[in-house]
């Protein structure tokens, strides 16, 4: 016995160094925090993006104690700076992320309280805080209060979720997964490909939808392809609509296509990873008539409300088709289940033990309130605009007038191969780094892309982007004429 006392204090010795002194504490907030406050300062005159991706550091566990300063000098210099930076302002590139920082203190508290959010029994306040997070995206987006959601790590994870409950609903498998057919866009974002496989629906027929010249799924079409395939008694049971398609930013007919999903019993999935929070803004919520009618839809607060990467939000009207999968009670769970209680996350999710992702959700909605948010969202949009009519100015063409914050355009050219020219371009635009843009192929035609969603893009930023663009026009030898420089709107 007392030489098991003895190794037990000196394995404590040891072990409590888990547990830093308030002095150590102390000083690890302090070097991190500043050098949060140092990063988040630098933002707004930093690159946006660095096209070196050699990493010097050494990133390797050996076991051994290292110090703070030495392992923020290495996130410094090897993390944060190399790659795409998706907490600038300047990320116009893809789908940006956020970053907001009162989420970071959510995520803090999280971390600290460790909280186990799967459950309600284990942790009430937790489950109830997610549950009211789930309850606040229903009333936004008219899902009754019967549906369940869940938050996930992203929009991915949400599609997953909702998939298996349309094919749990309409019991796809075995001998009827080669007769049953899933209608989509090829503009779906390539998530629902991977779900459709992992879910072992890869042998199911996919019809790819017709798009109108607005990359729009045409609903005349799919009510057409609906009826042949009935016909051929095929099983139609799932149709798949965007709101925001991750490409041009399209919103899918949402209505029309929620009548033919009902008129036929297709399982409505509406995937508004991108696009759905823009619903907030009083202007463009008519754009989203139909997203009610879904059984399933798909939001990621890590885009839509400048959250950072890691959440995402999945709703689905038909709490059973859910519980089909994800509901599952082992002997050991027993106790959990003694009551009657509120929808458990780990019951309408893979995830049994999970981060309590809500509190960095929570916080910020309930510090700020909402109106920061919306005006945010508007804000894009109308960037969205001021950036078009700057490219204008200096000779660029423009795709569409975008229904959202994602948009298109080229550099027109008379003797130089269109194509060509604008991928130098856009190799320039990268090399410089300012601002971050993307480019995309749409019918074959070469063309940069923006993508206007952090929190952190301004005005400001759309005229350093507009002075990178002249400055690597110049640098390929075209002159912009002066006057359309200074053109102001
Ligand atoms: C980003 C996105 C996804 C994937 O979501 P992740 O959060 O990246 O997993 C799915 N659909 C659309 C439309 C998106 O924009």
Known sequence: MEELIRKLEQLEQVSTRLEPTPTERETYNHQVTAFAAKFIQRLATDTAFEENQHLASDFSISGKEKSMTELLDIYHKDVVHKGLKPASGGHVAYIPGGGIYTAALGDYLADITNEYAGMFYASPGAVTIENSLIDWMKSVFGFPETAVGNLSSGGSIANLIALTAARDKHGIKSEKIKSSVIYLSEQVHHCINKAIRIIGLEDVIIRYVPLDDRSKMRADVLQQLIIQDKDEGLNPFLVIASAGTTDTGAIDPLRLIGEIAEQHGLWYHVDGAYGGFFILVDEKKSDFDGIQMADSLVIDPHKGLFLPYGTGAVLVKDAKSVYHSHHYVANYMQDAYAQNIPVNPADVSPELTKHFRGLRMWLPLQLHGLKPFVACLEEKLVLTEYFRRRLS????????????????????????????????????????????????????????????????????????????????????GVDVPQTSIEKQI
């Open 393 to 476: 100015d200096i000779g660029f063409e423009l795709g569409p007038e975008p229904e959202l914050s994602v948009s298109y355009y080229w550099y027109p050219t008379q003797d130089r191969d269109e194509n060509e020219f604008n991928k130098e371009l856009m190799a320039r635009i990268h090399k410089d780094g300012s601002v971050f843009l993307s480019s995309t192929t749409l019918n074959g035609k070469f063309v940069i892309r923006m993508a206007i969603l952090s929190f952190r893009t301004k005005k400001a930023t759309i005229d350093r982007a507009i002075d990178m663009i002249i400055r690597c026009l110049s640098d390929m």
